[in-house]
């Protein structure tokens, strides 16, 4: 494996990647080594064969929207500075972080939160969640164990709660009313228990 | 500068040349001592015990520096990670979540005239959370590739190859590692060579082997130890299982063959005792694969066939899914469960990442193989059981006695593809949870 410091040194821009994501070095170094062993022929790029190669998550019912995700439009590969912008969404909301008006809000805010999941019903980027749109997500989720009608009720049903403008669509906006609260604490990855030496416990 | 130099130089060459005879006179007098090591247990029980103090006090040290320079200490999953994994099922989450939700909307904002209840389970498109969150779980780590990469230590064992932290804590473990280095590379690696080498691989050999690399073996139940004409099935985790247990008992081998130094082994091997060797693609016939096998059992003067069922080296934290193979031949199986302590040195070989060579120098300079080897009671298939369910009743009764977790996952997956099976599992789950209001909900 190497030193850990050398680690950090081949990895292009590292210094602002840290500071863009977040991440602590030791997250960092982690994440690399995540990378290399996802990328099977070296590469050092990924391409959607190596993320299918996850068995839990070729198992997950929307295991290839998460992996779209990672693709921008158009691109085939993601490299790693990407990637690991990507699982910084993931990361817990920082509740001591300074609020400076001018800083750009950080990639694990609610917000953005909240945009990544829109965007994984939204697969055509219009800012709206048709009823088409839902209707395929249900399908991933549930596959056969329900019928059409069923699913279509399903369908009918959360979009007239959730769309207050009755343009037969959710915006993000109808998307975050419905949404919880307390994201940080349940519904995304969590990390309690990290031995953050920094703070005082 | 001319003149100056080249007496210089020949003084140091010569100084170089006197430091080596008298390093490689001291070791071979001290050969002498590895003869004593094989014989006496105790001195082998009281190094390990040394080892363990030295370890202990170098992770503490370790933590203490950290703490002093505020950095982030990278610990191994099990204790923390970027992912905390609580085994939370399904439908708690979605309840959680749920929760959360409807304590939103109940606070006024313009619902409709059916505000969901907590407790309907009916649904929200907030669902799409946990599947979200388990699908980046599983691209930041996974199960089934966590189980085909070496298991992380709480404490550093003082190898370079196992320490992810930063360096240079202090100046004291820095001059314990390089003692270390020192004595590992310098005294035990060429011991073992020499050791290893010079001897041909053979039931006797296999003795001497376990001694050359200081192994620690603990054998349990020597009375259950296999007999002729069964299936000795054991789980998988280095080559160096086959020496550890042909060190106990005389077996046929039966295995994939191997290229280059391995495969070398292999065949001096054959010349030795009757063993079954493969091509990994005669495997894939399974008839002639059976009917080699029980030719083989069928004879009682014939030693008991070593199997691993698995297919794969696992990295001894786990037992994957076995195969059915050698389940069907219908002899007695004599489960055999191999659990080697990570401290002293990681036995596991990942072969799509280091090849033999490397695997074996790795080996032979850690601090110590140190393993429990326990020999199940003999299993035979019950009526009405089928192959595939004997072998999962095998394989719990080895991870029990191993402390291994039992995973149903294929070993096959490290180099194949997941089932659709599995991911109609999950959609079944999540639908049980909706469909059964929804019908509740068109009677009323």
């Given at each position: 494996?190497g030193s850990?410091?050398?680690?950090?040194?081949?990895?292009?821009?590292?210094?602002?990647?840290?500071?863009e994501?977040?991440?602590?070095p030791?997250h960092?170094?982690?994440?690399?080594?995540?990378?290399?062993?996802?990328?099977?022929?070296g590469?050092?790029?990924l391409?959607?064969?190596?993320?299918?190669?996850?068995?839990?998550?070729?198992?997950?019912?929307?295991?290839?929207?998460?992996?779209?995700?990672?693709?921008?439009?158009?691109?085939?590969?993601?490299?790693?500075?990407?990637?690991?912008?990507?699982?910084?969404?993931f990361?817990?909301?920082?509740?001591?972080?300074p609020?400076?008006?001018?800083?750009?809000?950080?990639?694990?805010?609610?917000s953005?939160?909240?945009?990544?999941?829109f965007q994984?019903?939204?697969?055509?980027?219009?800012?709206?969640?048709?009823?088409?749109?839902?209707?395929k997500?249900?399908?991933?989720?549930?596959g056969?164990?329900?019928?059409?009608?069923?699913?279509?009720?399903i369908?009918?049903?959360?979009?007239?709660?959730?769309?207050?403008?009755?343009?037969?669509?959710?915006s993000?906006?109808?998307f975050?009313?419905?949404?919880?609260?307390?994201?940080?604490?349940?519904?995304?990855?969590?990390?309690?228990?990290?031995?953050?030496?920094?703070?005082?416990? | 500068?001319?003149?100056?130099?080249?007496?210089f130089?020949?003084?140091?060459?010569?100084?170089?040349?006197?430091s080596?005879?008298v390093?490689?006179?001291?070791?071979?007098?001290f050969?002498?001592?590895?003869?004593?090591?094989?014989?006496?247990?105790?001195?082998?029980?009281?190094?390990?015990k040394?080892?363990?103090?030295?370890f202990?006090w170098?992770t503490?040290?370790?933590?203490?520096g950290?703490?002093?320079?505020k950095?982030?200490?990278?610990?191994?999953?099990?204790?923390?990670?970027?992912?905390?994994k609580?085994?939370?099922?399904?439908?708690?989450?979605?309840?959680?979540?749920?929760?959360?939700?409807?304590?939103?909307?109940?606070?006024g904002?313009?619902?409709?005239?059916t505000s969901p209840?907590?407790?309907?389970?009916?649904f929200?498109m907030?669902?799409?959370?946990?599947?979200?969150?388990r699908?980046?779980?599983?691209?930041?780590?996974?199960?089934?590739?966590?189980?085909?990469?070496?298991?992380?230590?709480?404490?550093?064992?003082?190898?370079?190859?196992?320490?992810?932290?930063?360096n240079?804590?202090?100046?004291?473990?820095?001059?314990l590692?390089?003692?270390?280095?020192?004595?590992?590379?310098?005294f035990?690696?060429?011991l073992r060579?020499?050791?290893?080498?010079?001897e041909?691989?053979?039931?006797?050999c296999?003795?001497?082997c376990?001694?050359?690399?200081?192994?620690i073996?603990?054998?349990?139940?020597?009375?259950?130890?296999?007999?002729?004409?069964?299936?000795?099935?054991a789980?998988?985790?280095?080559?160096?299982?086959?020496?550890?247990?042909?060190?106990?008992?005389?077996?046929a081998?039966v295995?994939?063959?191997?290229?280059?130094?391995m495969?070398l082994?292999?065949?001096?091997?054959?010349?030795?005792c009757?063993?079954?060797w493969?091509?990994?693609?005669?495997?894939?016939d399974?008839?002639?694969?059976?009917?080699?096998l029980?030719?083989h059992?069928k004879?009682?003067?014939k030693?008991?066939i070593?199997?691993?069922?698995e297919?794969?080296?696992i990295?001894?934290?786990?037992v994957?899914?076995?195969?059915?193979?050698?389940?069907?031949?219908g002899?007695?199986?004599?489960?055999?469960?191999?659990k080697?302590?990570?401290?002293?040195g990681?036995?596991?070989?990942?072969?799509?990442?280091?090849?033999?060579?490397?695997?074996?120098?790795r080996?032979?300079s850690?601090?110590?193989?140190?393993?429990?080897?326990?020999?199940l009671?003999p299993?035979?298939r019950?009526?009405?059981e089928?192959?595939?369910?004997?072998?999962?009743?095998?394989k719990?009764?080895?991870?029990?006695?191993?402390?291994?977790?039992?995973l149903?996952?294929?070993?096959g997956?490290?180099?194949g593809k997941?089932?659709?099976?599995?991911?109609?599992?999950?959609?079944?789950?999540?639908?049980?949870?909706?469909v059964?209001?929804?019908?509740v909900?068109?009677?009323?």
């Amino acid at each position: 494996m190497g030193s850990t410091s050398s680690t950090l040194l081949k990895i292009p821009n590292v210094e602002v990647l840290m500071q863009e994501t977040g991440f602590s070095p030791a997250h960092i170094i982690r994440l690399h080594d995540r990378f290399k062993a996802l990328d099977k022929k070296g590469r050092g790029h990924l391409c959607p064969q190596d993320f299918g190669a996850i068995k839990e998550l070729a198992m997950n019912p929307i295991g290839d929207r998460i992996i779209g995700a990672f693709f921008s439009p158009g691109k085939e590969t993601v490299d790693f500075h990407t990637f690991v912008k990507i699982l910084a969404h993931f990361r817990p909301v920082d509740k001591n972080r300074p609020k400076e008006p001018n800083s750009p809000e950080p990639i694990n805010s609610r917000s953005n939160k909240l945009r990544f999941a829109f965007q994984l019903y939204d697969q055509d980027k219009d800012g709206k969640i048709s009823r088409d749109e839902l209707l395929k997500v249900l399908r991933a989720m549930l596959g056969m164990q329900v019928t059409e009608e069923q699913l279509e009720s399903i369908a009918d049903r959360t979009i007239q709660e959730a769309d207050l403008d009755r343009d037969d669509a959710i915006s993000f906006e109808e998307f975050r009313k419905v949404s919880p609260e307390i994201l940080h604490s349940r519904c995304f990855i969590k990390a309690p228990v990290i031995m953050l030496m920094e703070r005082d416990c | 500068m001319g003149p100056f130099m080249s007496p210089f130089n020949n003084l140091l060459c010569m100084l170089l040349g006197i430091s080596f005879t008298v390093w490689f006179t001291l070791l071979l007098v001290f050969i002498i001592v590895p003869a004593i090591f094989g014989l006496s247990f105790g001195i082998r029980r009281l190094y390990m015990k040394t080892l363990l103090k030295v370890f202990e006090w170098a992770t503490v040290r370790m933590e203490r520096g950290a703490k002093e320079k505020k950095h982030l200490l990278y610990k191994p999953y099990s204790l923390n990670s970027i992912i905390a994994k609580e085994p939370t099922s399904l439908e708690e989450e979605l309840k959680e979540i749920r929760r959360n939700c409807s304590s939103r909307e109940l606070d006024g904002s313009a619902s409709t005239t059916t505000s969901p209840s907590p407790s309907s389970s009916e649904f929200e498109m907030s669902d799409t959370f946990y599947f979200c969150r388990r699908g980046i779980e599983s691209i930041v780590d996974d199960e089934v590739t966590k189980c085909f990469t070496a298991e992380e230590l709480e404490s550093w064992n003082l190898l370079t190859r196992s320490n992810n932290n930063f360096n240079h804590i202090s100046t004291r473990l820095t001059v314990l590692w390089g003692l270390g280095v020192v004595i590992r590379y310098g005294f035990l690696l060429p011991l073992r060579m020499k050791n290893f080498l010079s001897e041909k691989v053979h039931l006797m050999c296999y003795r001497i082997c376990v001694r050359a690399l200081t192994a620690i073996i603990t054998y349990h139940h020597s009375e259950n130890k296999p007999k002729n004409g069964g299936i000795c099935v054991a789980n998988h985790t280095s080559p160096i299982d086959v020496i550890i247990l042909a060190s106990d008992g005389c077996y046929a081998m039966v295995g994939q063959i191997h290229g280059g130094l391995m495969g070398l082994i292999q065949r001096s091997m054959v010349k030795a005792c009757p063993h079954i060797w493969f091509e990994r693609s005669e495997v894939k016939d399974r008839h002639l694969v059976a009917k080699r096998l029980s030719n083989h059992v069928k004879d009682k003067s014939k030693l008991p066939i070593l199997i691993f069922p698995e297919g794969t080296c696992i990295n001894n934290t786990s037992v994957m899914m076995f195969k059915k193979g050698s389940f069907e031949i219908g002899s007695t199986v004599y489960p055999v469960a191999i659990k080697y302590d990570p401290r002293f040195g990681e036995a596991f070989w990942n072969s799509s990442k280091f090849g033999m060579v490397n695997y074996l120098l790795r080996m032979m300079s850690s601090w110590a193989i140190v393993c429990s080897v326990w020999y199940l009671p003999p299993m035979s298939r019950q009526e009405g059981e089928d192959a595939m369910q004997f072998a999962n009743r095998v394989k719990a009764a080895i991870a029990r006695q191993g402390g291994l977790v039992d995973l149903l996952w294929d070993g096959g997956l490290k180099r194949g593809k997941v089932k659709d099976t599995f991911k109609e599992e999950q959609q079944k789950l999540y639908s049980k949870i909706l469909v059964g209001t929804q019908e509740v909900r068109s009677r009323s």
